[in-house]
């Protein structure tokens, strides 16, 4: 029987570039309101799952909708290009 073996190490040895920038980083906080803001938006339509809609729902998610507008609207004054949208 013959043993078939990578011929790659098994783990790949860790390399400087991997980390994110600088740059990146502070990008990714002023990104952070939009983010959160989308989240919110999906937590309250992930409710919805499983259970029809009531009144509190509607106004939740109409509530965390207008965040990610408002999220967006700052985010696009701030930098002056648009995130691209997640829904």
């Known amino acids: 029987m013959k043993h078939i ?3 790659q190490d098994l783990v790949t040895p860790w390399s400087d570039d991997l980390e994110p920038t600088d740059a990146e980083l502070d990008a990714i906080e002023a990104e952070m309101p939009l983010i ?3 989240v919110e938006l999906l937590d309250a339509l992930i409710v919805l799952l499983d259970r029809p809609a009531s009144e509190f729902d509607g106004r939740r998610i109409r509530r965390a909708h207008r ?3 408002a999220a ?3 985010a696009a004054n701030k930098t002056g290009t648009i995130p691209p ?3």
């Open 5 to 7: 073996a990578a011929l």
């Open 36 to 38: 959160l803001a989308e």
């Open 67 to 69: 965040r990610v507008l």
């Open 72 to 74: 967006r609207r700052a």
């Open 85 to 87: 949208a997640v829904a």
